[in-house]
């Protein structure tokens, strides 16, 4: 019989009993009492801590291990800070990376006793180390060790003891290794809301004038666009705040700054603030509103175009030739200024810019995420056998391949040589690892766990499962752009016919206006353009949205962009992800039914001690009982892994065995008495493994992902408001049905694949539904990108949250029912603010053309105009502002 260790002990996955197949390994004697746990320190607070499953994360294939989430959401957000500057962790060596940067290389030490391939280390049984190089474990005793300011490094081989010598920073440092390389500029790019837009090279588009991005998918974002925008909107700030300031404080009798200052200096210093920001700040906008002349395609910069261009032009002429301006134009013998209206809009737009361009930044970092699941390189091994690192875009077909334990697999392929678990939580959703013999498929990204193996690559490049899904979220992301508002679609029509009434307002009064005819004119055309500049009708959508999303974040609801905002209240198909979605995303003990006069005390007992080395998910989960209940674990010795049926070992004298039903039935230990229990347990998709104790069988204990217990009351209220919820999962069917059956639903589709469940959303896409996707994984990242609105846990993984508009911070479904609550009272909100906008335009600019001068005299001024088209401002923000009090 083989010898293994008590951690190569593996349970089958939760829709078996505790697994399956023959084959004994027995293990040296173990005892529990002389067990001692490793510890390791927090990079992020450096606590000392223990291996926790739940509290890890992975950065440059290196395990890092936490004391609580908080520390490994900040980890994850910006691995390099802690790893760059703060402690680097291996097993029993706490190292300071920052301080290895001022060693020198000669100083350091070299012990080398013997050159081996790869993973040739000694195999005494001392303490594990991390080989810094290709992050395997290896003993202390490895003949291939190096010295380095009184700290020991150990490596596999040689090779990889010459790679760390050669450069040491390199490796203990990972944040200063190659950065990826952007898109190059000669990729085919495409603007994200017109896809018919394609070109070679950078540019914007010339239907709408926003930045096109390229197609294929990038590991560096250019936010080059995105830092212009944010530079010109916080000079604008600064500068238009205070020309506000003195121009609305002139309204006021106390604070007349032109009274102060003298009229000449007042006007010129709203000159100066203005001007940088229309001709500078502003050029952009210019710039698309020419282009969508050129190419009769009006839209909102048509519209800003011709107001702030308008109000702009006439205020510098009243500035520099006060003279040559008719006496209609004036009130009180001056000439009125439009600077801080023309610099205001600019600032209001290039805010939405900004808004917008920092919502599509982030498909790009659920794709930069995406992208890190592959490894930089693989390590081939040759027809002599040999292993040779290699860069990954020197993977052939067919090449044999090593995956050492805890690196991603590199491509996809079938395993040839060796077993391991992989953790396919990336494809599945699943948080338990699936068991891979000869011949068992394998995909790039996922993580190989225990044992090395060799495999042969099958598909590499683009044609990966990982690549697949990289490149639908990346067409995802873009196939869901942005919907043109209101406020776009009517500056189609609304800037040609304000343009136009304004013409035939000027040559309505020359022709037949009273004398002077053509001052008159002038003042008309100009009234009309100026009453028709967009100041209300720029704030009626973005006030609202900042007020909205402002007011969801105070009940953990997180909105990204006006969008998603927009379309939740539309939404009537809502598909939810099972594990860690609709349940808590880990299994969890769930039952404990003794036999023969056992107490749960004793059956957990014996449980926990013989399963105390192992970390498999569902040991966790017996573990994490225990130590929640202080139970006493008794000490172990004989520990025996029967692979596929469970283990054995013997406590206090007493033969115990755990596992399934078929390692009882090798045993011949009688079940009958809890065979129907373990049958009700089953179909609720629990995983049950029975206990025994001297050939009597003591109980059972069932494990599963338990269901959130906010769960229930969200679905009954989604299905109450006229949702129609599906379940979307990688699961098998039998646990999906349970956790279906015990929340009320009856639409459920399992073993779904990513590609599967992107297919599903555009499916209802195409019947005319509007489909909102909720999700946590990496294997919903396509999904939650695709659908109308994707709504990701804030527990969950940060591909989930970078590839959806809304996150639930959490993790409490009732927060949809809350979402689109806001939505509902937001969109109301919006379309009064542009009732109020429009409404003024379609009553001033006709006054403003003089249609009511024939009949009672009225003329409407460029004065009054600005005044009232300040009124319908202040009216948009005060309703605006009623959404902070909205209930939810």
Known sequence: ??????????????????????????????????????????????????KNPDKTARYQGIAYYFCSHSCVKKFQAAPYNFVKAKKLITPKVVREAAAASDIPVSDAKITTKSVGSCCGGGSSGKGKQLDLVCGMQVDESSPHQLDLDGQTYYFCCAGCLEKFRKNPQHWLNPASRPAPTPAAKDAIYTCPMHLEIQQIGPGTCPKCGMAL????????????????????????VALSLPLLLISMGDMLPDLRLHDRLGMTLFNWLQFALATPVVLWAGMPFFERALASFKTHHLNMFSLIGVGTATAYLFSL????????????????????????????????????????LRARSRTNAALKSLLALTPATAIRINAQGKDSEITLDQVQLRDVLRVKPGAHIPVDG????????????????????????????????????QSSFSMRAERIGRDTLLSKIIQLVNDAGRSRAQIQSLADKVSGYFVPGVIAIAVLAFVVWALVGPTPTLANALMAGVSVLIIACPCALGLATPISVT???GRGATEGILIKDAQALEQLEKIDTLLIDKTGTLTEGKPALQQIICAHGYTEQQIIGFAS??????????????????????????????????????????????????????????????????????????????????????????????????????????IQELQSSGLRVIVLTGDNAITAKAVAIQLGLNEVHAGVLPADKHRFVQQLQAQGRIVAMAGDGINDAPALAQADVGIAMGNGTDIAMNSAQVILVKGDLRGIVKARLLSQNTMKNIRQN?????????????????????????????????????????????NALRLRHTKL
């Open 1 to 50: 019989m083989n010898q293994t260790k008590p951690h190569d002990h593996q349970h089958a996955s939760a829709d078996e009993s505790c697994c399956s197949t023959a084959s004994f390994k027995v293990d040296t004697t173990v005892s529990a009492t002389t067990v001692t746990e490793k510890n390791y320190t927090d990079p992020v607070c450096g606590m000392q801590v223990t």
């Open 547 to 549: 007020v909205g999303i």
């Open 414 to 449: 079938v395993i040839i040589d060796g077993h391991s678990n992989v953790d396919e939580s990336m494809i599945t959703g699943e948080a338990l690892p699936v068991s891979k013999q000869i011949d068992d498929h394998v995909s790039a990204g996922t993580i190989n766990q």
């Open 213 to 236: 991005e390229p197609m294929e998918a990038s590991a560096e974002e250019d936010t080059s666009e995105l830092d212009d925008m944010t530079r010109r909107f916080k000079i604008s």
């Open 609 to 714: 001690a013989i399963e105390k080395s192992s970390e498999h998910p569902l040991a966790r989960a017996i573990l994490t009982y225990a130590e929640q209940h202080q139970v006493v674990s008794p000490p172990i010795t004989g520990f025996t892994s029967v692979t596929g049926k469970g283990v054995s070992a013997t406590s206090e004298g007493k033969t115990i065995l755990f596992g399934n039903q078929q390692l009882m039935q090798d045993h011949q230990i009688q079940t009958s008495e809890l065979d129907k229990r373990c049958g009700e347990l089953q179909a609720l998709g629990h995983t049950v493994m029975f206990l025994a104790i001297d050939q009597q069988l003591a109980g059972l204990i069932s494990v599963a992902d338990s269901i959130k217990t906010t769960s229930l009351q969200a």
């Open 834 to 878: 542009l009732f109020f906008a429009f409404a003024y335009n379609f009553i001033g600019v006709p006054v403003a053309a003089g249609v009511l001068y024939p009949w009672f005299g009225i003329v409407l001024s460029p004065m009054i105009g600005s005044a009232a088209m300040s009124l319908s401002s202040v009216s948009v923000i005060a």
């Open 317 to 356: 002429v009243a500035l520099l030739f006060p003279g040559s301006l008719p006496a209609a134009f004036l009130m009180d013998g001056m000439a009125p200024l439009y600077f801080e209206a023309a610099a205001v809009i600019i600032t209001l737009v290039l805010l939405g810019q900004v808004l917008e």
